[in-house]
């Protein structure tokens, strides 16, 4: 039995194969490309084996860092207690004062109905396990997916500010695509005055962790240091939430818009933990 | 049938054991510009070492997994890593085991074809004409990391290829 199924493999030349797995590859890119949900089942079966060995790899490297890490933390806290001690007396007399300034502006919040900030949404917490592995792509994977409830077009943020959206979700996995992927292009604008842009991510700029900004008005009052954060318009993210600060803005040949980079609030070269707003930007509007 | 379903376990082994070291441990080596693409080095080695037909295989599995967590469509990598595995297989009966300049010259051009296939399909086609910049802060430092850790993983493979064949003549004798 054995040898007549030896001698059937046999028979078969790879060249076959190939030229037949050839047209499999391309339909299946093709059938991937415009029905995405077609390959939701693998990717979740492959990531119930891979995501957790990837977390445990994770975990064990982390031990590692942080044993040593400990040993050297410990001389720094005890430097550190002493002074920490006379700066918490100066910052009790500061907690007060902010207490009241603090009641002051949730006053003046109900008075301009601004208190939809994102800080209201449900998020969930997640762990970056892997990256990408080529570097023409800035995009990541994630240890959370649908179990956890989370939905393909979800906004990730990290230290206040934006990181991606979920491009991909599967069981226990999600892919983020960041900010600044070559494919990001998101509708953004100043917070001191509304004013419209577009930040878009860009190769060249991928390694330095810089993107781009552009089309903003001459008259937006868009300057060196303008806090630059996603607008009411934009169909995928939600407003409001922090991109970065403009840098190097000039204005453009045609002397009617600027342009100019962005230093995103994130630093991707180093992220470890995200959070996934849980509210997306078409749900968002329905349910208000 | 026994060394082959051996060999099939070794080979899938590796393929996960390479893909968790380029994802997870050296995304997290700090001085390090990106990760040596080990799939990749995984697949030439098998196409040279093996010949055609496992090159082919194991290329076309390397793909699938990177295309699974990449989040695009599907086969996009395992085409390539496909025809990777494949034209290295041609390749196998002028192969000397112990000479290290043709693996090497070989990871050069596969990776190559690698990049040049990505930039083609991902940006080239979007009119992203930037291919001097592209060239220097993309393709040639994983060039060099993929390179270098081709010396070593090739030699890895190496190493295990040679024991399981010993094996397998072991069990052959035995049989006959």
Redo the contacts between chains.
């Keep these: 039995m ?1 040898e007549k ?2 001698a059937l493999i046999l028979m078969i030349k ?2 076959t ?2 030229f037949v ?2 047209f ?3 339909g ?2 093709g059938v ?2 415009f029905h ?1 949900d077609t ?1 939701v089942p ?2 979740t079966a ?2 119930y084996i ?1 995501v957790p ?2 977390s445990g ?2 975990n064990i ?1 982390g031990l590692g860092q942080a044993f040593l890490q400990k040993q050297m933390d410990l001389q720094d806290a005890r430097d550190t207690i002493a002074e920490q001690e006379q700066e918490i007396e100066a910052l009790k007399s500061q907690i007060e004062q902010y207490q009241e300034e603090n009641a002051e502006v949730k006053q003046l919040r109900k008075l301009f109905e601004l208190s939809q900030t994102y800080q209201e949404y449900g998020t969930v917490g997640a762990t970056v ?9 800035s ?1 990541f ?1 994630i240890d959370k997916g649908s179990d956890d409830g989370l939905e393909e077009g979800m906004n990730v943020i990290a230290d206040g500010g934006l990181v991606g959206i979920l ?2 979700v599967s069981g226990n ?1 999600s ?1 983020v ?1 960041s900010i600044i992927d ?1 494919s990001s292009n998101i509708s953004a604008m100043s917070r001191e005055r509304n004013a419209l842009c577009v930040v878009s991510g860009d ?2 700029l991928m ?1 330095e962790g810089r993107i781009r900004m552009s089309y903003a008005d001459v008259d937006s009052g868009i300057r060196e240091d303008s806090i630059i954060v996603t607008s009411n318009i934009s169909d995928l993210y939600l407003p409001g939430i922090l991109i970065g600060y403009a840098k190097d803005v000039t204005v453009d040949a045609n002397q009617l818009t600027l342009s100019g980079y962005i230093e995103p609030k994130v630093d991707f070269s180093s992220l470890k933990d995200v959070l996934v707003i849980l509210t997306t930007k078409q749900n968002g509007e329905v349910s208000k | 049938m026994k060394h082959v379903i051996k060999r099939t376990g070794v080979t899938c082994l590796l393929i996960l054991v390479f893909y968790l070291l380029q994802t997870v441990v050296f995304d997290k080596i700090p001085f390090l510009s990106g990760a040596p693409n080990l799939l990749l080095v995984l697949t030439f080695s098998v196409g040279l070492l093996r010949g055609r037909g496992e090159g082919m295989a194991t290329g076309f599995f390397c793909g699938l997994l990177l295309d699974i967590f990449s989040g695009g469509v599907l086969c996009f990598y395992a085409l390539i890593y496909m025809y990777i595995g494949y034209l290295n297989g041609i390749l196998t009966n002028v192969l000397v085991h112990e000479m290290i300049i043709l693996p090497m010259l070989v990871c050069l051009v596969s990776e190559l074809l690698c990049q040049a296939y990505q930039y083609i399909f991902g940006f080239f086609i979007q009119n992203k004409l930037q291919f001097v910049a592209y060239f220097k802060q993309i393709v040639m430092p994983e060039l060099v990391l993929t390179v270098t850790a081709a010396l070593l993983g090739y030699y890895v493979i190496l190493q295990i290829n040679q024991a399981l064949e010993r094996a397998e003549q072991k069990g052959a004798k035995k049989f006959a």
């Design positions: 054995g199924l030896r790879p060249k194969v190939l797995m050839t499999v590859c391309i299946v890119i991937t490309y995405s390959a693998l990717r492959v990531g891979v060995l990837q790899v994770n490297g396990v892997a990256s990408d592995t080529s570097k023409w792509f995009r994977t491009t991909q996995f892919v695509t070559n190769l060249e390694q």
